[in-house]
């Protein structure tokens, strides 16, 4: 049987964050958020402990700030030394939100169970296991790039095993980089980490999940391990990563977060008023929380629909009246804004067929859906300008964007009221 290696990749735990602009709305969520952030990082640590990992990496940003507080300082460290009694190392990198230089105060206080990497040059480390070794990780921390330069550079099998002169059954690589989605900050190419000869490159820094390949993962992102705003929705972890010589890389999510945060769509068209529209939603959070891997959530509900209601729900003294009877009911959820993008009940037909500006508006939305090809050649190129590939979603549903279109158009022409 060949040898075996786990461990846990994590990164952007970001302690210490803020949580501004919820703060605004509702001061009870910000404290309990300003307490997510730590326990999911204890959740990292428990998830090394259960399962026994042979090491945990930390791909940068474990502090959001370059000045830590004590208590953010002091929980950080208790969870190293939680895994020094485990038996299990700790291998780390700065990110850009708390650069290397700033580490000068937390090092003397690291374990011995853990190791933090240089950010100006790579660094190479032999992981033993049983007096053997089991993995040469190569690992480099942020560091602002001259135009041009490669984070990666240097980093290769062949230069890990030169540098710890041991031949090793794994290579593992770990960056903080913004690889082709944040070229701004260290950039690299996944062409070149798959060249470079490691078996499994952990990355930091994009606060999404990413692996460029589901069967065999050996370039990835586990995003940040607690979403901090509405930007950041979805369920948030670290990953458990297995390598197994002669097997395909097994990566498998670990789910880190205690609130989550999430955008939902609600159709009231079949709402008749207030009652049914709050009974809506809280049905719509309640589906979405039960696919969740946390109790605790906040929303931002968008509500959608042709309804009579529309002109109710345009006006935001009613929509706030909405948002506070909301969140009045359910203290395990919390809506931080209620949206409207109900359409009001329309004679498309007839509007088509009136004299007026809104029948030639909408014979020209007719004319552009025959040629529906062209919009999505244009968007493709458009995507491809920017280095990013047009989402098949928007093919699937290019019918319903020609809908909100001529929607938005007309709500918007109706507010005005210069149509006519």
Not at 52 to 76: E, I, M, N
């Amino acid at each position: 049987m060949g040898e075996r290696l786990t461990f846990i990749h994590a990164g952007d735990i970001h302690l210490g964050a803020p949580f501004r602009g919820l703060r605004a709305l509702s001061p009870a969520w910000a404290d309990r958020l300003v307490h997510a952030i730590p326990d999911a990082y204890d959740r990292v640590i428990q998830a090394c402990v259960e399962n026994q990992v042979d090491f945990l990496l930390l791909c940068g940003d474990v502090f959001d700030t370059d000045k830590p507080s004590y208590a953010h300082y002091r929980r950080f460290i208790q969870g190293l030394k939680r895994l020094g009694d485990e038996g299990i190392k700790a291998y780390i990198i700065a990110g850009n939100h708390d650069p290397y230089p700033n580490w000068r105060t937390v090092i003397p206080d690291l374990p011995e169970n853990a190791y933090l990497f240089p950010s100006d040059k790579p660094g190479f480390v032999c992981h033993e296991k049983n007096g053997e070794p089991l993995a040469v990780i190569a690992a480099r921390g942020f560091c602002n790039m001259a135009p041009g330069d490669d984070i990666s550079e240097g980093m290769t099998r062949a230069a890990a095993e030169e540098k710890c002169g041991v031949k090793a059954p794994f290579c593992v690589g770990m960056l903080h980089t913004g690889l082709w989605m944040d070229p701004y900050k260290a950039p690299t190419s996944e062409q070149k980490l798959m060249a470079s000869g490691m078996d499994y490159w952990a990355l930091g820094h994009i606060h999404k999940r990413y692996m460029n390949s589901e069967t065999n993962p050996r370039v990835a992102f586990c995003g940040c391990v607690q979403g901090r705003d509405i930007k950041e929705t979805g369920d948030r972890g670290c990953f458990m990563v297995t390598l197994e010589q002669g097997f395909a890389n097994q990566v498998e999510f670990v789910a880190c977060e205690s609130v989550e945060w999430e955008r939902l769509r609600v159709d009231v068209s079949q709402c008749a008023g207030y009652d049914d529209v709050i009974s809506a939603c809280i049905r719509r959070v309640f589906d979405e929380n039960a696919a969740s891997a946390c109790d605790e959530m906040v929303v931002r509900i968008t509500l959608e629909g042709t309804t009579p209601l529309h002109e109710m729900l345009s006006r935001e003294e009613a929509l706030e009246s909405l948002r506070r009877e909301l969140n009045e009911g359910y203290p395990s959820f919390y809506c931080d804004a209620l949206l409207c993008a109900t359409v009001p009940p329309r004679d498309k037909r007839a509007l088509a067929r009136s004299a007026s500006f809104y029948s030639t508006l909408l014979n020209g939305f007719e004319k552009e859906k025959d040629s529906k090809e062209d919009a999505l050649l244009y968007l493709q190129e458009e995507f491809s300008k920017r280095g990013l590939t047009l989402p098949g979603s928007v093919e699937r549903s290019i019918d319903r964007l020609y809908e909100l279109g001529e929607d938005e158009i007309l709500s918007l022409l109706e507010k005005r009221g210069d149509a006519r």
